[in-house]
């Protein structure tokens, strides 16, 4: 088993701003940086969340009961269909510091991954925890072509979309389009 150990004489100063990935951030960048040098991503591409496995001690260590990896260290990642990472992202802690009353955590987070293939017109899948038609509209903007399953609680969501207001029987199939963004829901059983 290999093991890499950090140099503890480029710990930050107690006044400069704390990275909490200090150790291995150079590596975490020499990763980042060599993942577009060397491919170029198909077409279609995902946004998600990934567990790895850690049983260390760090702040940033997540607990998520339902997941067979319950102790880990979550990581957003944009992947192409072969499974390629070409850009993550480490979740530290609470990131209150890229929402805005504009955006979301999670849709800062989805730009910040997405700004290499801006203009690239890639088509983009994501799950409910990112999905949001705020967020397929900045990304139309940047010529990224969105899908994704969407909370219906969602701000932004067509007013006859919300829980209380939808009532649907058994194949029954609602759609609404504004613009270049089509909401569909449907219920199969």
């Not at 950090?6 to 020499?30: C, M, Q």
């Not at 279609?44 to 998520?64: E, M, P, S, T």
């Amino acid at each position: 088993m290999q093991t890499i150990h950090a140099d503890n004489s480029r710990r930050p100063d107690p006044g400069e701003e704390y990275d909490r990935l200090w150790k291995i951030r150079t590596v975490f960048d020499t990763l980042n940086q060599a993942y577009p040098k060397f491919y170029n991503p198909s077409e279609h591409l995902a946004v998600d969340k990934v567990i790895v496995k850690f049983q260390g001690r760090v702040i940033f260590r997540q607990y998520i009961p339902n997941k067979r990896k319950c102790f880990g260290i979550k990581i957003y990642k944009l992947f192409d269909e072969s499974g390629y990472t070409y850009d993550m992202k480490v979740l530290l802690g609470r990131d209150s510091r890229s929402a805005t009353d504009d955006m979301t955590a999670t849709h800062a987070t989805v730009r910040h991954l997405t700004c290499r293939v801006e203009g690239l017109r890639h088509k983009l899948f994501m799950d409910n925890f990112f999905s949001s038609p705020r967020l397929s509209d900045d990304l139309l903007r940047r010529k990224i072509h969105s899908c994704g399953t969407v909370r219906l609680n969602r701000k932004d969501m067509p007013s006859d979309f919300q829980p209380k207001k939808l009532k649907l029987t058994k194949g029954d199939t609602r759609a609404r389009t504004r613009g270049n963004l089509t909401t569909l829901s449907w219920k199969d059983r």
